[in-house]
């Protein structure tokens, strides 16, 4: 009987060991489309609540299509409703650029200002959009390849919605009781932080972006609906994206030496924009679905980006929420059976 116990768990374990390895040379293999896997997968957990309620109405498959549609028609019309306000207004960008580089040319912020001829202070609004070309053109050096990522990643949001569950009960199935526990409290905190990074984070751009309409219009200088798409984008950033907005629109206010407006910018529009959204709006939404504190998850961020790249703005979160998940599991795990030991 022993014999054949072991028989039975040595052939489980060389399965195991060349189901892992196949997935390791897989990970090698396409180890390039890494950054488009991981966003995929974050957005598929992200949308899985909705794909199960929409599931119970039609066929999973149609459920799975449907969101990965809408997902593909959203992020279109945003991407085009973003390049329309901002050519729209190349103009007066431009003149915003112009009147920042020419009012502190001469002042202690010179240092920061990128390095133009006069023929680009000349035409602002041409050096601007080829400065964004030139930007464009650096990251997405091979367009078909671009493109062949923009399939693969809704392609595979679409398996993963659709196969996402099936796929993880079927690992969990082998796992004893107490490890399918452990394993279930890590995945509940890897979901709750994703979603986290993803619904909240969104919500708190809509949040500023609605916000900033009026306190644009009633600053006075038009163009509302620029600086709200702007700063909207920028709050995408945690922590540094509206501020570093606000900061570069009150330098334009000093350039321009209307100091008032400056002082605007500081005393409401700070708070309005970005204060009470950073610290009170997102860590409170994170504190309802997280169970780790907000500071952990904005250290997972700020370790994950520089060195991980875009990517690091799940993994790093991810990461951290999953150490200090581990070590509450093994602190709890390690007190039992002390108790135990002591009782004995």
Same mark, same amino acid.
């Given at each position: ?38 966003? $995929? ?22 459920? =799975? ?5 809408w997902i593909f028609?959203?992020?279109? =019309?945003?991407?085009?409703?973003v390049a329309n ?12 650029? $112009? ?26 609004? *041409? ?7 030139? =930007?464009?053109?650096?990251? $997405? ?42 394993? *279930? ?23 500023? &972006? ?28 945690p922590l540094i994206?509206?501020?570093? &907005? ?32 950073? &610290? ?65």
């Amino acid at each position: 009987m022993v014999y054949m116990a072991n028989r039975w768990l040595g052939e489980d374990m060389h399965l195991w060991i060349l189901i892992v390895g196949i997935i390791l040379i897989a990970i090698v293999a396409f180890w390039p489309l890494m950054t488009v896997f991981v966003w $995929t997968i974050a957005l598929a957990v992200a949308l899985m609540p909705l794909h199960q309620r929409l599931s119970r109405v039609v066929k999973p498959s149609v459920s =799975a299509a449907f969101l990965t549609l809408w997902i593909f028609l959203i992020i279109l =019309a945003v991407i085009s409703a973003v390049a329309n306000i901002v050519f729209a207004n190349i103009d007066y960008i431009g003149s915003i650029a $112009t009147a920042l580089v020419t009012g502190l040319s001469h002042t202690g912020f010179a240092s920061l200002l990128p390095p133009l001829t006069v023929s680009q202070l000349n035409d602002m609004p *041409g050096t601007i959009v080829q400065m964004v070309l030139n =930007a464009v053109t650096t990251t $997405t050096a091979n367009p078909m390849l671009l493109i062949l990522q923009i399939i693969i990643f809704f392609l595979l949001l679409s398996m993963l919605l659709y196969f996402g569950e099936e796929i993880w009960d079927n690992a969990k199935r082998p796992l004893s009781k107490k490890a399918a526990a452990g394993i *279930g409290r890590l995945t509940e905190i890897t979901y709750n932080t994703i979603y986290s990074l993803i619904i909240i984070q969104i919500s708190a751009a809509l949040i500023c &972006f609605t916000l900033a309409i009026p306190f644009f219009y009633f600053l006075g200088y038009g163009h509302e609906l620029l600086f709200a798409t702007i700063i909207g984008l920028c709050m995408l950033i945690p922590l540094i994206g509206a501020q570093l &907005f606000l900061i570069i629109f009150m330098l334009y206010m000093v350039a321009l030496g209307d100091y008032t407006s400056a002082a605007i910018v500081i005393i409401i529009g700070y708070p309005l924009l970005s204060g009470w959204i950073d &610290f009170y709006y997102r860590p409170v939404m994170m504190g309802k679905r997280v169970a780790v504190h907000p500071v952990f998850m904005m250290i997972g961020i700020f370790a994950g980006v520089p060195f991980m790249g875009i990517v690091g703005f799940i993994l790093g979160p991810v990461l951290v929420a999953l150490v200090v998940t581990g070590c509450k599991i093994y602190s709890e795990y390690t007190n039992t059976h002390t108790g135990t030991d002591n009782g004995t």
